[in-house]
Structure formats: C-alpha cells, structure tokens
C-alpha cells in the first residue's frame, strides 16, 4: 500500500493484466478473502519504480 494526496493505494498482481494494479482503498467495498489459488510473480516487485 502507498499514500498520495491524503489517499491510500493497494498495489496487487494481477493475473487477467499479467501485470502490477493499484486501487484506491477508501473506493472497496464488500471485501472479503477468497481461496483461489494464486500465481506470485518471480520477479521482484520494486515500489518506488511503479510508482
């Protein structure tokens, strides 16, 4: 997660673009945990160049 202009971000892989997704917190609603099985990227995940 990151903030930004008094916002919060969550940075998560996704499998459908097959690549890193952010979305902004405060905009979910009805969250709730899955247990599908998912794929974690090899390579590292550096922030600071996503951003």
């Known amino acids: 997660m990151f903030q930004a202009r008094h916002y919060y ?7 459908k ?5 952010h979305y902004k917190v405060d905009r979910m609603t009805d ?3 899955s247990e ?4 974690i990227p090899t390579e590292p995940f ?3 160049n996503y951003i």
Do not use: C, F
């Open 46 to 48: 550096n922030a600071a």
């Open 17 to 21: 673009y097959n690549d890193y997704v």
């Open 36 to 39: 599908q099985r998912r794929t």
């Open 9 to 15: 971000y969550l940075i998560a892989y996704n499998e």
């Open 31 to 33: 969250i709730s945990l």
